[in-house]
């Protein structure tokens, strides 16, 4: 499939579907770049599923997220508090990561439907584990191991706003 080099960056295949992107990174500074344009789209109530191994790149994509939200502070992971909140961009941003949890349910427990009824952007770090419990509109993130460093993302939009936050994404990075 040939790849082209979109204005920042990352390498991607030309695919047809208007529903899916699939990304290629070659580094943490680019999936970092990737999340702050998406940041920059990303309206209140936007959804973002993070799914893959350990290391593939979704803490780099919800650092630029906030950047691309325009948060100042530092953006880590919550793995052992499970969900920070990250307030004093253009919106506030609720980063969840359920990697512990052991059932869909105790998402809910944690509060999941007041972060995802707020007016703010929510992503979630290990997403395919709550699968069950979350709305069936969002923007879905596959990130892979390619390699020491490169990274594949396969970017999946269900429901209306994240179909439109795609296309928006598409616009900006490709014209």
Request: with cysteine.
């Amino acid at each position: 499939m040939p790849l082209v080099q979109n204005s920042i960056g990352v390498s991607v295949p030309l695919i047809s579907n208007p529903h899916v992107l699939d990304l290629i990174s070659h580094s943490a500074a680019q999936t970092q770049r990737f999340g702050a344009r998406m940041g920059e789209l990303a309206h209140a109530g936007d959804l973002f599923c993070l799914e893959g191994d350990l290391g593939s790149g979704k803490t780099c994509f919800a650092q630029g997220l906030g950047r691309g939200l325009g948060i100042a502070e530092a953006i880590n992971s919550p793995t052992f508090i499970l969900a920070n909140e990250h307030r004093g961009g253009r919106l506030p941003l609720f980063h969840l990561d359920v990697y512990r949890m052991q059932s869909a349910d105790e998402a809910l427990g944690i509060g999941l439907d007041d972060y995802l009824a707020d007016a703010g952007v929510c992503v979630i770090e290990w997403a395919e584990k709550i699968r069950a419990v979350l709305p069936a509109e969002c923007l879905w993130l596959q990130f892979r191991h390619l390699g020491e460093m490169k990274r594949g993302l396969l970017i999946q939009a269900f429901g209306a706003r994240h179909e439109a936050l795609l296309r928006a994404f598409k616009t900006s990075a490709f014209g």
